[in-house]
Each structure stands twice: as structure tokens, then as C-alpha cells.
Nanobody
Framework: QVQFVESGGGLVQPGGSLRLSCAASGSIFGNAMGWYRQAPGKLRELVARISTDGTTNYAIFVKGRFTISRDRAKNAVYLQMNSLKPEDTAVYYC??????????WGQGTQVTVSS
């Protein structure tokens, strides 16, 4: 019964930065984790993944700009987003990464990049 609560989104100008946080109510120690995003009318897509051993992978459209990290002691996952672009506008969610059983989706946090 793991649940996720995402926070840290907001309105930011192009080129700006945001740091998203994901708090898990249940242990995620044994899971790869991922950040996903979904824009209106589009499918949810994987943004970044961090494995149990700390290995990271990124979608090509965010590579070099975003950094995913995890804090096992705090049972949390983070996404540092730099050099934000208007096309990054979406609701961002955290969940288990591909290859692990998907848990219930949280409410997500809205990221809007606009001048």
C-alpha cells in the first residue's frame, strides 16, 4: 500500500529551475524509482529512472538538464530540473520504475514553464 505525495512544482520562466520531491508512505528501498510526466492530451511518459544501485537513466529530452536522486533514509526521491523549457510543462508524478510493479499514482505536482 505504498502511496506517493509529490511536491515542488510551480510556475517558472524558461531557463529556470525547480526541485521536485516525492515522499513515499511505504518503503521503496527495494525498488527502482522513476519520475513521469503527463501533459493534457498526451500519454504519461518516463522522464528519469534511478535503480536500486543508484544507476540513473534519462529520457533524451531531459538528459543533461534533469537529475534524479534518492535518499533511502528519508524514503524519498527527488528531481532537480534545470534549464526548463516550455515543453517541460506537465504534471509530474513519481512511482516505481519500469520493471517493478507500478503503485497507485499520486496527485502529481504541476510544473508550468512560461514567460
Amino acid at each position: 500500500q505504498v502511496q506517493f505525495v509529490e511536491s515542488g512544482g510551480g510556475l517558472v520562466q524558461p531557463g529556470g529551475s525547480l526541485r521536485l520531491s516525492c515522499a513515499a508512505s511505504g518503503s521503496i528501498f527495494g525498488n527502482a524509482m522513476g519520475w513521469y510526466r503527463q501533459a493534457p492530451g498526451k500519454l504519461r511518459e518516463l522522464v528519469a529512472r534511478i535503480s536500486t544501485d543508484g544507476t540513473t537513466n534519462y529520457a533524451i529530452f531531459v538528459k543533461g538538464r534533469f537529475t534524479i536522486s534518492r535518499d533511502r533514509a528519508k524514503n524519498a526521491v527527488y528531481l532537480q530540473m534545470n534549464s526548463l523549457k516550455p515543453e517541460d510543462t506537465a504534471v509530474y508524478y513519481c512511482n516505481t520504475g519500469p520493471g517493478f510493479t507500478t503503485r497507485n499514482w499520486g496527485q502529481g505536482t504541476q510544473v508550468t514553464v512560461s514567460s
